[in-house]
């Protein structure tokens, strides 16, 4: 029995170790990456961060939206062309359908073009998925009300206000993301 339990012991060693090769390491390697990608925002190298944090999926054994959604933020901050920006937004959505962040971010880059250039129907899903993956966010609603009457769907518009509206008033007199009146006007 003792060759049985030692060649087992021998067979989970040599698993461990692949494991360790195909899985950690590069895990380990494309997380200092992505800090030296911080490191080069904070000295203001996008194109550093930008190339560290591809590097970053690149290596990944598993994708990693936080990685994609890093890079598209770059993307977004040294105004790189809209066919990268969108490309990074799309691997941070399909790695994490459930991030309200990276739809949030579409959305709004998406508000950024000229009404003309604008995917109205995407910006639409967009900003409403984000809103229902993370219904207590105030300014997600007022945003979603904003694309509605953009849409001249006013009703709509006007719910999305409500609702606004009524969390903020669930939310203490100090805390720091209650709107005032003035922003709900605004």
């Known amino acids: 029995h003792r060759r049985i339990a030692i060649g087992f012991f021998i067979g989970a060693l040599v698993l461990w170790i692949g494991a360790a090769i195909w899985f950690v390491l590069p895990i380990a390697d494309a997380d200092a990456r992505a800090q030296a990608a911080d490191d080069a925002i904070r000295a203001n190298d996008g194109k550093s961060a930008d190339s560290l944090f591809r590097s970053a999926m690149a290596i990944a ?14 993307s977004l901050m040294t105004q790189a062309p809209d066919a990268q920006t969108q490309m990074l937004l799309a691997k941070a959505i399909e790695a994490n359908p459930m ?14 073009k000229p009404a003309a250039d604008q995917d109205k129907e995407q910006l639409l899903k ?3 998925h ?11 609603h007022l945003r979603l009300a904003r694309v509605y009457r953009l849409r001249g ?5 006007q719910r999305e206000i ?4 009524e ?4 939310l203490d007199p100090a805390n720091p993301k209650r709107l005032s009146d003035e922003d709900f006007q605004k």
């Open 61 to 74: 054994p598993l994708p990693n939206s936080d990685y994609a959604y890093r890079a598209a933020r770059v």
């Open 99 to 112: 991030d309200a962040n990276a739809y949030m971010t579409r959305a709004q880059h998406e508000l950024q």
């Open 153 to 157: 769907d006013m009703p709509s518009a």
């Open 126 to 128: 967009d900003m409403y």
């Open 162 to 165: 409500g609702i606004a509206r």
């Open 130 to 140: 984000a809103v229902e993956l993370d219904p207590n966010n105030i300014e997600g």
């Open 167 to 170: 969390r903020n008033a669930q």
